[in-house]
T-cell receptor
Framework: DAKTTQPTSMDCAEGRAANLPCNHSTISGNEYVYWYRQIHSQGPQYIIHGLKNNETNEMASLIITEDRKSSTLILPHATLRDTAVYYCIVRGGLGGSQGNLIFGKGTKLSVKP | NAGVTQTPKFRVLKTGQSMTLLCAQDMNHEYMYWYRQDPGMGLRLIHYSVGEGTTAKGEVPDGYNVSRLKKQNFLLGLESAAPSQTSVYFC?????????FGSGTRLTVV
């Protein structure tokens, strides 16, 4: 699985958009970008994933650069409840047969009032 | 609600004792996983299973054993607990669209 690089920590004001970057310069053509988050001591929670097109769901948007070497997770209106560690993970395919989720240290996002 | 259930949620063991952590999922997922998370670290994969009756080693398998006798259950065993195994343990299962994690088991070995 390709490695990812994320900033250690970020701050965001409540109500503003939170933009979390991730570099994955060695990503392969069949590898997806996944984002998970972990709110204090809870199990990680799936947010969104994408291959090469931008994706949006009720939680967030995922912007993947054209060369697929980096991506940005966008939380459009951050709330205090979005304070968490956000993990960017690259792995092949969608199903479990495509490799295991390998977690780095992620980005600790602090949303401040 | 459908999901992954871990038992127990908390446990304190003495060095050398044994215990089994249970993970159950009701989503009919083939793949199941055990991770550990130490303070300030990301999750590290201990063992995983790609189907009933199968197990495989992950990144940090030493000191642990696993069994997958039924598709819905994945057991993690510690035969002789050590203080280095003090951690939070997360179970997960995966289907076509991603992973679902349990709420964790906080284990302290004294």
């Amino acid at each position: 699985d390709a490695k990812t690089t994320q900033p250690t920590s970020m701050d965001c004001a409540e109500g503003r958009a939170a933009n979390l970057p991730c570099n994955h310069s060695t990503i392969s053509g069949n590898e997806y970008v996944y984002w998970y988050r972990q709110i204090h001591s809870q199990g990680p929670q799936y947010i969104i994933h994408g291959l090469k097109n931008n994706e949006t769901n009720e939680m967030a948007s995922l912007i993947i650069t054209e060369d697929r070497k980096s991506s940005t997770l966008i939380l459009p209106h951050a709330t205090l409840r979005d304070t968490a560690v956000y993990y960017c993970i690259v792995r092949g395919g969608l199903g479990g047969s495509q490799g295991n989720l390998i977690f780095g240290k992620g980005t600790k996002l602090s949303v401040k009032p | 609600n459908a999901g992954v259930t871990q038992t127990p949620k908390f446990r304190v063991l003495k060095t050398g004792q044994s215990m089994t952590l249970l993970c159950a999922q009701d989503m009919n997922h083939e793949y199941m996983y055990w991770y550990r998370q130490d303070p300030g670290m990301g999750l590290r994969l201990i063992h995983y299973s790609v189907g009933e009756g199968t197990t495989a080693k992950g990144e940090v398998p030493d000191g642990y054993n696993v069994s997958r006798l039924k598709k819905q259950n994945f057991l993690l065993g510690l035969e002789s607990a050590a203080p280095s195994q003090t951690s939070v343990y997360f179970c997960a299962s995966s289907g076509p669209y991603g992973y679902t994690f349990g709420s964790g088991t906080r284990l302290t070995v004294v």
